[in-house]
Structures are given as structure tokens and as C-alpha cells.
């Protein structure tokens, strides 16, 4: 007989915070349609005449890279503080400083500056957390483990759903042939508004969720938090499985619009629908698929199925040139990586206690900024050598995850 579980009202407040989060993925999901053919597309207006392909393939990587970077740094900064200030404060910060961060990209792309572009990136990953704190005001109302991950569930089908409309509005608004108002720096500017509506809807809608206590604020013990990680031994397992799923699926889903472009010659369009179609399977995997596991498959086990086939997928999508296959392997990739990023961060807030959480929850946004950070680097140099080449690597890291997982349940 299934488990039947009724929606309490603590958490019925976490429903204004997932159009946040679906609002906010949906100007994250502006990025690949635009960029991509900015720089991989022939000259890049952004660089000098003389740039080489591979010069090209760097500054690409680290224009996506800046991003993620900086959000290693400021996810866990931002999550302790919200342990002090509460989640409401924090989340309003993250959404001010991304309609920043677009607003100067935007200007850096109108005005051909690379300088101002990264800048607008730097600016965007620092202030990168809403996605934790989302997490964190999960964690505060949720009663147990499985009611979390079908909380987790939902929070990726919110981030789908931005995802859906966030690249098919990006392929709309930067193709110069519907309208010669639109250019590749239009997406961003309507990533500004974006913003400014998640700010006055989070202000109106959203119930703060952690009440805060007399904690004192310790940024030196937020700069040590990486470490306490280590002394965890729970905690590193878990932390180093998380680490590989996220390199595999950045892998997977920073380097495929590369490798449709170079393999099928897919343009503006067709990866705007790309990326779109990752957002609905996504949206499948979290939405869908994950809050029944939840209700009937024990959180670790999910974990390491969904992994397999995560890892599986993202090794079938460059196995040949075949547009069919890489579909197929595509939707087993979105559909498990959904279901394995739940569960893990299941597994996550479980080894620490409710005081912690903002904290535990900044770790993964920081663990999530290191691995797109470095696949977003390593990802121009590994195009260099075969457009196929950052999948396999990525499957390699799904395979390793996998073990770590098997490890943490024997």
C-alpha cells in the first residue's frame, strides 16, 4: 500500500520560493544560447582579429567559468550568513547582485568588452546562492528524509521549468532575423527585469522560513568551513560523490552545445531547444519521478541507481555521430541527474544538525561552483583534442561517483 504524504503548512510556504527559483534559473538559462555562438561561431566580436581557435576555446571557457568560481567562494559565505540573518535577507542579496551581474554583461556584449562581460560574471557568481538558500529553507520545515526529497524534487522541477523557457527565450531574443531589435546582448537585458521581479516577489510572498537566534556571525569559521568538511568523515564522502555527479552533468551539459554545433551544426535556435529539452527532462526526473522513489525507495539507494545511469548516459551520447543515440542518451542523462542531485543533497543535510544547514547547503553550492568552474576551463582545452572529449571525461567522473556511493552504504 503506498505512503500517502499531506502537505503541511510550513510547507505550503515554500511554494512562493520555487517560482524564485524558477525565475532565477530562467536567466541562468540564457547563457549556452548566446555565448556558444558568440565565440565558437565564427570571429567573436568580444576578441581581437588575430585570436587563435584555441585562444578562442579559452576565453569562451572562461567567460562560463568566472561564474562558478566565484560562486565557490561566496556560496558558503552567503549560506553561514543566512544561519545568522535568516534566509529571506541572503536571498534578496543573491537576487541583487545577479541583476547586477546581467545588467554589466549585457553592457560588456553591446559594447564588445570582454573585460566588462567577465566582470558581469564575477559580479553574478559572488552573489550565486539562491539556489542553496532555497535548499536550506527546504531543509528548516521538512520532518524527515523522504518529505525532503520530494521537496528537493519539486525545487528541480522549478529549476526545469526555468530552464525550458530560459534558453527558448534566449534563442528568441537573440535571433537578429525575427527582429532587428534583438542581438546577443537582448537575453541579458531581459535577465535584468528577471531579476527585478523575483526581488519584489520574494519581498511580497515569501515567509522567512529559519528563525534566527542570538548566533554571532564567525567569518573566519566560514572561511574554515572547507575544512571541517575534511574532518567530516560522513560529511567528505558524501561531499566527493556530489562533487563527481556534478562534474559528470557539467561536463555533459556545458560541452554538448559545442558538440552539436560541431557534429550536427546546430545554431542559435536549435540550442536554445537544446537546452530547453534539458530543462523538460529535468523537469520529468525532479518533478515527476523523484517524488515517487521518495515515497518508496530509500534516499542512498536512489542515489546510486540514478548515478549509474547518469554515468551511463553521459558516455552513450558521444559513443557515435548519430543524432538519435545522443537524444537517447540525453534524456537518460537529464531525467537520473535530477533524481541523483535530490537524493544526494538528501543525503547531504542529513549528516548535519538544523542549525547548520545554511551552512551545509552553501557547501554544495560551493561544491556545484568548483566543478562547472573547473569543467568550464578544462572543457575549451578538451574541445581542442575532440568535441567528444569532455562527455567521456565526464562519464569517468559519473563511474567514480557511483563507487563513492556504493562505499557510503556498506
Not at 503541511?8 to 540564457?30: C, K, N, Q, T, W
Not at 565557490?72 to 543573491?94: N, T
Request: hydrophobic share 55%.
Amino acid at each position: 500500500m503506498k505512503k500517502r504524504m499531506h502537505v503541511s503548512h510550513s510547507e505550503r510556504a515554500l511554494l512562493p520560493l520555487f517560482l524564485v527559483v524558477l525565475i532565477d534559473s530562467m536567466g541562468f538559462g540564457f547563457l549556452f544560447p548566446v555565448l556558444t555562438p558568440l565565440f565558437l561561431h565564427g570571429h567573436s566580436p568580444l576578441l581581437p582579429d588575430h585570436t587563435s581557435m584555441a585562444m578562442t576555446h579559452f576565453y569562451y571557457g572562461l567567460v562560463v567559468a568566472m561564474y562558478p568560481l566565484f560562486m565557490f567562494f561566496g556560496a558558503p559565505l552567503l549560506g553561514d550568513i543566512s544561519d545568522a540573518w535568516g534566509r529571506k535577507r541572503v536571498l534578496l542579496i543573491c537576487l541583487m547582485g545577479t541583476g547586477l551581474g546581467y545588467l554589466i554583461c549585457a553592457v560588456g556584449i553591446t559594447s564588445a568588452s570582454l573585460i566588462l562581460l567577465i566582470l558581469g560574471r564575477v559580479i553574478g557568481g559572488v552573489t550565486a546562492a539562491t539556489l542553496p538558500m532555497a535548499q536550506a529553507a527546504v531543509a528548516d520545515v521538512s520532518r524527515d528524509a523522504a518529505r525532503q526529497a520530494k521537496a528537493m524534487g519539486w525545487m528541480m522541477f522549478a529549476i526545469a521549468g526555468g530552464q525550458v523557457l530560459g534558453p527558448f527565450l534566449a534563442g528568441l531574443l537573440s535571433e537578429k532575423a525575427l527582429s532587428s531589435f534583438f542581438t546577443n546582448a537582448t537575453p541579458f537585458y531581459f535577465a535584468v527585469g528577471l531579476a527585478l521581479l523575483n526581488i519584489l516577489w520574494l519581498m511580497w510572498a515569501f515567509d522567512e522560513t529559519y528563525r534566527v537566534d542570538a548566533k554571532k556571525l564567525d567569518l573566519l569559521k566560514t572561511l574554515r568551513s572547507y575544512k571541517h568538511v575534511v574532518e567530516n568523515k560522513k560529511l567528505l564522502l558524501v561531499t566527493l560523490a556530489f562533487l563527481c555527479m556534478q562534474f559528470d552533468w557539467s561536463f555533459f551539459s556545458q560541452s554538448s552545445p559545442a558538440y552539436l554545433q560541431k557534429s550536427f551544426e546546430y545554431g542559435h535556435f536549435e540550442l536554445g531547444m537544446f537546452s530547453s529539452s534539458l530543462g523538460l527532462l529535468i523537469a520529468i526526473g525532479g518533478g515527476f519521478l523523484t517524488p515517487r522513489l521518495a515515497m518508496n525507495v530509500a534516499p542512498r539507494k536512489a542515489a546510486i541507481i540514478s548515478m549509474l545511469v547518469l554515468a551511463i548516459g553521459t558516455i552513450l551520447s558521444v559513443s557515435a555521430p548519430n543524432q538519435t543515440i545522443f537524444w537517447i542518451a540525453t534524456a537518460l542523462c537529464a531525467v537520473s541527474a535530477a533524481v541523483a542531485f535530490s537524493f544526494i543533497i538528501t543525503l547531504f543535510s542529513g549528516v548535519v544538525d538544523k542549525t547548520k544547514q545554511g551552512w551545509v547547503m552553501g557547501i554544495s553550492g560551493a561544491v556545484i561552483a568548483f566543478a562547472w568552474a573547473v569543467t568550464a576551463l578544462f572543457s575549451g582545452i578538451l574541445l581542442s583534442l575532440g568535441s567528444a572529449a569532455p562527455n567521456l571525461l565526464g562519464g569517468v567522473f559519473g563511474v567514480i561517483g557511483f563507487g563513492l556511493l556504493l562505499k557510503r552504504s556498506t
